[in-house]
Structure formats: structure tokens, C-alpha cells
């Protein structure tokens, strides 16, 4: 890291003339600032303009501060003047220690505000610039480290696009409560934008009046409590395969690879009530299956130079593969829609229309969204939606919570304890008995705190301008919230590294949107629609192999060998396999 240094920049252009001075870190203590006495620098002509604007600016340097040791913050005094055409003159003093104090002088609307001034200029392979050195972290978590240099709101600039990335629960409130309205939108990027058919899904889609349509029918058709409540006999059905299966690993003594158990589990329940039909015996049958969902979650994560570099980006992406790679990926997902609304055209059951039956049918109804009639493209971007989104999140969720139980026993006897004994002597566990279980929630929502599914909410787009702590958002500026380390901030939480779930008794904080604290699923109008669905098959889930099995260690491993690293990815699962012990729970 550099040492401390100061730098004033000032610039110009047609319609705005500004003066910016920010705060940084320099390298000499004895450096003066603002060599130019407040003169301006055009940025077309590279000239000093001292005529021809409407305001002056000047920045004087208090070298009155204290002797400070290294890495030690100073405190430094502005003053800045500003002369209107009239000869008026006004004053603003400005004494800060913040690590990035900008004052940009805004001669268009005669104001001034304030900025953002922590910026960082990213290379298209995330290695960060200027002082800052890549160290092989994965983003949210090279992002958590950067705010605690230089607090919870920066301002990233990624190839051509400001981001301003908000890392407590207090900014996040701000943006996604007090101006949710202001940035609701999203970016159109170049991994969603193919695999959504050009944004018409919920996710990608941008704030207009098409996404409320949609988002209204979703909650109303297919997401709604009552439909998933209507599925539970599907998930009564494939958990009971689970169990089943893990019975005869357990007679074994074989271990059981939980990541693929949960995926597989996921998958199924989703693919049935969502298709109609297990994922076996489609394109995407076995392994391959697998293999494409990940896929496509790495073309929607993926950094794509077309998203940050205008014009000449898709050169860059086709150069890299990464087209070739969405183009597959893209076919890939279009050829199993096809293949499952093949199925669907033949004779069904009557009584047993599922989410395709009921989407096909509101086409042939020629149901308009937004000013658009409901097409075949817009049923599979739906598809996408419901398929990457309802599998990976909750089979990743369960896998952490898994592995964070074994690495804690004791709380792993806890929940087992309280299930087993608000559960009796039942053979399966029902959707209702879930209500009983207040210690496994807790465990759920201590998992999402230092596991979020999605680490970095999905990136929104500032329609209007706002401020967040005192900071000017413009428009067109990409907002991510940093979930991971908001669930990380020792302002929001007590020992945040350690695994407590107790901390969660007599509070009432939850997952919902509305404790900024705990933000899985997101908040505002952008909040996950499938929320609900996604909570309710992670506590069946673990309620069910936590009531009928103990789980252990395989032989020779310890509490300490066990390997929490997260893979890279839009959502962050974990990157080694967990592999447990089952021992059948034989008194019931």
C-alpha cells in the first residue's frame, strides 16, 4: 500500500466546468496541495482556463496536524471559493480524516456535492490498479477488505462504468429501502441479456412496465404461498428417495457426498414441478446436467468485456471464447425448453398442469405483459429463472449449513436435539412440523449470514440521482451490495466470524428484506420472488436428514480439516466436496 499522498484534479468540458479535490493517502508527509491555486484544466486543450467560468475554485492546505506514525490518518482543512458571474463570493469549509474526502463543484446546477472519490480501475482479469495488488481473492471478499480501508460506500471504476459497491447495513437501507425507487433497474449485461432473450425475464429484465407485469404474475401464479404449498407432494416424495438412498450408504459405513446429494435433490423436486418430469431421460440427463447449470450460472457471473468496454468489447469476448462459450450455453438451455414443451404437447393427466402447463396456457390465452402478448420466448426466460434459480441457492445453502454443523457439534446436537424431540416416533417429517423447529431456523439464517447464496446482490442501475451518506449517486451508475460482508460487519454483529445461532434468540431479524442486516434474498422491488420456495425447501431439507440420521466425520478427519474455501461464481458455493459419515437415528 502506498503511503499516505494528497491530490487535487481539476476538469472541464463543454456544458460542466469542475473542480474535484480528494483526499488520499500521499507519499511525502510534507507535500503541498493544490499547486495551482485553484486553476482549472481544460480537458480538451490541456490549457489552464482562467476566464470563461462561472465559478473559481481554491483549496488551502492547514499543515497545522499532528505528528502522525505510519498508516495513521491525518486531518485535513478545505476551504473551498466559489465566485458566481456577479462577483459574489461564498466559502465551505471542510475539515475531514476520511481516507477520500471529494469535493466536486457542479457549475451546471451552482452546487456542490460530494462524491465518491475512492476509485479503483479494475484490467478485464480483476486485478486491481494504482496501489492496490490482486492477491487471488474472490471479489466480494477483495471488496470486504477495501472497505475497511475506505469505508462502506466506494466507487469502482470497471473499464468505462462507475459502480458504487455499499458495504453496511446502514448504506444498503439507504439504497435499497430510502431510494429504492431511484435505482430499480438493472444493467443490461451481456450474459443475462442471451440467456434471458434479451432481458425478458424477471431478474435482468429493466424497471418498466413489462417487469411489473411479470413480476405480478409470477407472484401470482407461479410463486404464490398456495402454489408452493400444492408442490409439497413432490417434495414429500423425492426427500423420501434421499433418505432412502443414504440408508444404504449408511448400512455401508460409506461416506456421502452432500453437494451432489442436495443438488440432485433440488433438481429433482424443481424439474418435476416445474416440467412435469424429472431431469432424467431429458437432454440434460446425468452429469451433463450438472455440468450445464454451471455453465450457465458462470455465462450470467462472468465478467464480460462487452459490459465495460462500449464498441470494442465483443471483440475482446470473441477473441476470449467467451461468446463461443454463451452461444453454447444459450443452445444448450433452448434445446431442453424445446425438448419439455415437446412433452407437454402430448396427452397429460387431467389435474396435473404444472408451471409449463399453466405458462403454455396463459399463451394460448394471448395474456399481454407489459405491451407485449405473452410469448414462447418470454415462457423460456421464465424457465431460466425458475431452473438456475431454484436449484443451485438452496442446494448450496444446505451444503453450508451441513458443513458448518460438522465443523460445530455442538450446535449440530442442539438442532438434532430439538428436532427429535418436537418430532416423535414419525417416520417422515411433514411441511407443518417445520413450524416447530425455531432453533433450525436460527441455524438457516446463521448460514445465510456467512454464507450468502449470492454474495454481491445482483447489480442495479441508478435511474435518478441520490445521495447515500452525504455521496451523489448519478445516474447510470451500477450499485452492488456487499451481502457477505454486511453478514461480516462487526458494527452489525458481535464476533461475526464465529457460528452462533443463539445470537438470533428473542430477535426478530430475518431474511425478509426488511433487517438490512440479512439481506439472502435482496430487498425493495428487486427482492428474490423466490423467497418463500427457497426457505421452505432448505428448512425440509435439513429437518429431514438431521432427524434421521447423526452425522460423523470420516475416519482419520478432524474439526479442523474440514475446508470451508468458497469457488468463484455469481453464487458461491462450497469448493471442496463434503463428504459425511451417515449413522442411522434408530428410535423412531
Known amino acids: 500500500m502506498l503511503g499516505l499522498t494528497t491530490a487535487a484534479a481539476a476538469s472541464a468540458s463543454q456544458t460542466t466546468t469542475s473542480c474535484l479535490f480528494i483526499k488520499r493517502p500521499f507519499v511525502l508527509p510534507t507535500r503541498k496541495v493544490c499547486g495551482f491555486n485553484g486553476l482549472c484544466f481544460n480537458k480538451r486543450a490541456s ?26 490518518s491525518e486531518t485535513f482543512d478545505y476551504i473551498v471559493f466559489f465566485q458566481d458571474g456577479s462577483g459574489k463570493k461564498a466559502k465551505m469549509e471542510v475539515a475531514t480524516d476520511e481516507a477520500f474526502t471529494p469535493i466536486k463543484q457542479d457549475t451546471k446546477k451552482r452546487k456542490l456535492r460530494y462524491y465518491p472519490g475512492n476509485i479503483y480501475e479494475y484490467h478485464l482479469l480483476l486485478v486491481f490498479r494504482s496501489s ?10 477483495s471488496l470486504w477488505n477495501l472497505s475497511k480501508k475506505y469505508g462502506p460506500v466506494m466507487l469502482l471504476k470497471l473499464g468505462k462504468v462507475p459502480t458504487v459497491v455499499l458495504s453496511s447495513s446502514e448504506t444498503a437501507k439507504q439504497a435499497l429501502r430510502d431510494h429504492d425507487l431511484h435505482c430499480c433497474s438493472r ?69 456421502v457426498n452432500l453437494n451432489k446429494t442436495f443438488l440432485a435433490l433440488t433438481t429433482s423436486v424443481v424439474c418435476r414441478t416445474a416440467f412435469g418430469v424429472s431431469f432424467e431421460g431429458t437432454v440434460l440427463s446425468n452429469d451433463r446436467f450438472n455440468t450445464l447449470v454451471r455453465e450457465a450460472f458462470e455465462m450470467l457471473g462472468s465478467f464480460s468485456a462487452s459490459d465495460f468496454i462500449p464498441y470494442i468489447g465483443w471483440i475482446i469476448d470473441r477473441f476470449t471464447g467467451l461468446q463461443g462459450r454463451r452461444e453454447k450455453s444459450f443452445l444448450d438451455l433452448d434445446a431442453f425448453y424445446e425438448q419439455i414443451f415437446d412433452l407437454h404437447n402430448k396427452e397429460k393427466q387431467e389435474g396435473s398442469e404444472d408451471l409449463v402447463d399453466l405458462l403454455l396456457r396463459l399463451e394460448k390465452e394471448e395474456i399481454v405483459v407489459g405491451n407485449d402478448k405473452l410469448t414462447r420466448n418470454h415462457i423460456k426466460a421464465i424457465l431460466m429463472n425458475i431452473l438456475l434459480g431454484g436449484i443451485d441457492t438452496s442446494a448450496i445453502s444446505m451444503t453450508w449449513a451441513m458443513a458448518e454443523l460438522a465443523k460445530n457439534p455442538r450446535v449440530m446436537k442442539k438442532v438434532q436435539s430439538e428436532i427429535r424431540s418436537q418430532i416423535k ?49 448519478p445516474v447510470k451508475t451500477r450499485v452492488h451490495v456487499n451481502v457477505w460482508a454486511i453478514g461480516r460487519d462487526p458494527d452489525s454483529w458481535k464476533d461475526p466470524e464465529m457460528f452462533l445461532p443463539e445470537r438470533f434468540m428473542d430477535s426478530n431479524i430475518d431474511a425478509k428484506g426488511q433487517n ?29 436428514m438431521l432427524y434421521h440420521f447423526d452425522w460423523k466425520l470420516p475416519e482419520g478427519m478432524a474439526v479442523e480439516d474440514i475446508d470451508m474455501e468458497e469457488a468463484p461464481g455469481l453464487t458461491v458455493s462450497k469448493k471442496s466436496e463434503l463428504l459425511l459419515v451417515p449413522v442411522k437415528y434408530l428410535e423412531h
Open 132 to 141: 492496490e495488488t490482486y492477491t487471488g481473492e474472490l471479489p466480494h471478499q
Open 425 to 473: 416416533n414419525k417416520e417422515r417429517i411433514s411441511f407443518d412440523d417445520t413450524d416447530k423447529l425455531e432453533y433450525l431456523k436460527m441455524v438457516i439464517k446463521e448460514t445465510w449470514r456467512l454464507h450468502p447464496p449470492t454474495p454481491l446482490l445482483l447489480p442495479r442501475e441508478v435511474m435518478t440521482e441520490f445521495e447515500i451518506n452525504g455521496y451523489t449517486i
Open 187 to 255: 444493467p443490461s449485461l451481456a450474459g443475462g441479456r442471451e440467456l434471458s432473450y434479451n432481458n425478458r425475464d424477471i431478474s435482468s429484465s429493466p424497471y418498466n412496465e413489462y417487469w411489473k407485469e411479470l413480476r405480478k404474475l409470477c407472484a401470482q401464479e407461479l410463486l404464490s404461498s398456495k402454489q408452493i404449498q400444492s408442490i409439497q407432494p413432490i417434495k414429500d416424495e423425492e426427500v423420501k428417495k434421499v433418505i432412502d438412498s443414504i440408508a444404504e450408504s449408511s448400512s455401508l459405513k460409506n461416506p
Open 47 to 72: 490549457l489552464v482556463v482562467k476566464s470563461k467560468r462561472p465559478f473559481s475554485c481554491n483549496a488551502i492546505y492547514n499543515p497545522q496536524v499532528q505528528t502522525i506514525q505510519e498508516y495513521q
Open 516 to 544: 438490512f442486516e440479512l439481506l439472502s434474498f435482496g430487498s425493495g422491488r428487486r427482492i428474490c420472488p423466490g423467497m418463500y420456495m427457497g426457505t421452505t425447501m432448505v428448512e425440509f431439507g435439513l429437518a429431514n
